[in-house]
C-alpha cells in the first residue's frame, strides 16, 4: 500500500527558497502541496482550512520565529527556513509544540553538504587556537552574516564547551576590515552577483591551517534536506534546531 501524502503549505511562495520548495513539494510522491501563500495574504486564517500539516516558512530574516508561533496555534507544524531564529527562539516553540503535541523544526541551511562542513567543524573545533569564517551569497540576500554562518558559530562553541576548552578568542579584530566577531569567531561576509552560497571555514594553531569550504550553485542543493525534513516534521514531537535529528532519524 503507498504511503497517504502529506499536506504542505508554503509561506513565501514567489520568493526564490519558497517557490522552490513549492515546485518541490507539488512535483513530489509523498507531498500534496494544498496552498502558497505570500506577503499581504491573511494565511494565518487560513492554515487550519487548508488542511496543511506542514508548513513551510521562507519569508524575511526575523519573521520565523512569530510564523512559526501563528503555524502552532492553528493546528499545523512549521518547517522553518528563515534566518535568524534563536536558540532561545527555538526552545520556545518546543515548549508550546510540546504543550499541543505537536512538532516542528527551524533548519539554519537544508543542504546536506552543509551539514557535513558543521560536524566537520564540531570534530576541529576543541583542537585549534583560533578560527575564521568566510561567507560569500548573491547580492540579494538581506542579512550578514547568513543564518548559517551564525549556526556554524554557535556549533563551534557547544562543541569546545562540551570538551571543557574554553572560548575561542579572535586577535586583531576590532575594524571593519578584521570582520564582526561572534563568541570568538570573525565572521566575513561577502554578498556579490555571480554567487550562489558559499561558507569557508578555517581554523589554525600554531604551524599550521586546517580549512573547510562548501560551495552551492542553486537552491537545488536544499531539495534532499527539505524532503526529509518534512517528512520528520510530519511526525516528531517537540520542535528542534537544524538537520541533526532529521538524519539520524532517517539513517
Ligand atoms: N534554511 C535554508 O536552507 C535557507 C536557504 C535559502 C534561504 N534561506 C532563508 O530563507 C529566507 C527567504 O530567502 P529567499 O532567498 O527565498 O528570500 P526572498 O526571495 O526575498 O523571498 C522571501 C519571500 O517571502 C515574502 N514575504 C516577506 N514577508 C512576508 C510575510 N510577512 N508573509 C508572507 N510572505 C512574506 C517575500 O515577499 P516580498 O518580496 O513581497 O517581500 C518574498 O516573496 C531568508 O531568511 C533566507 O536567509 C534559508
Known amino acids: 500500500m503507498s504511503e497517504p501524502q502529506i499536506p504542505v503549505a508554503v509561506i513565501g511562495a514567489r520568493g526564490r527558497l519558497g517557490a522552490f520548495a513549492a515546485k518541490l513539494f507539488a512535483e513530489h510522491a509523498h507531498f500534496e502541496l494544498v496552498a502558497c501563500w505570500e ?29 512559526a508561533r ?17 536558540p532561545e527562539q527555538v526552545e520556545d516553540l518546543d515548549a508550546l509544540a510540546r504543550k499541543r503535541s505537536a512538532g516542528g523544526l ?29 561567507e560569500a551569497h548573491h547580492a540579494r540576500k538581506a542579512d550578514a552574516p547568513s543564518g548559517t554562518a551564525a549556526d556554524t558559530v554557535r556549533r563551534i562553541t557547544v562543541a569546545r564547551a562540551n570538551a571543557g576548552c574554553a572560548p575561542l578568542e579572535a586577535a586583531g579584530t576590532g575594524h571593519a576590515a578584521r570582520g564582526e566577531v561572534r563568541d570568538g569567531v570573525a565572521l566575513h561576509s561577502l554578498r556579490l552577483p555571480g554567487v550562489y552560497a558559499r561558507q569557508e571555514v578555517l581554523f ?30 510530519s511526525a516528531c514531537q517537540g520542535v528542534g534546531l537544524g538537520l541533526d535529528q532529521v538524519l539520524r532519524s532517517a539513517s
Open 39 to 67: 506577503r499581504g495574504d491573511d494565511w494565518p486564517a487560513r492554515v487550519s482550512a487548508s488542511g496543511a500539516r506542514v508548513v513551510f516558512e521562507a519569508t524575511r530574516a526575523g519573521l520565523g520565529h512569530a510564523h
Open 106 to 134: 527551524v533548519v539554519p541551511n537544508f543542504s546536506l553538504g552543509a551539514w557535513i562542513l558543521q560536524r566537520a567543524c564540531e570534530l576541529a573545533a576543541p583542537h585549534f587556537e583560533r578560527a575564521e569564517i568566510v
Open 204 to 233: 589554525s594553531g600554531e604551524g599550521e591551517l586546517f580549512a573547510v569550504r562548501h560551495e552551492m550553485s542553486g537552491p537545488e542543493a536544499f531539495g534532499a534536506g527539505i524532503v526529509l525534513a518534512a517528512r520528520y516534521v
Open 70 to 86: 501563528i503555524v502552532l496555534e492553528q493546528g499545523a507544524r512549521p518547517l522553518v527556513a528563515t534566518s535568524g531564529v534563536t
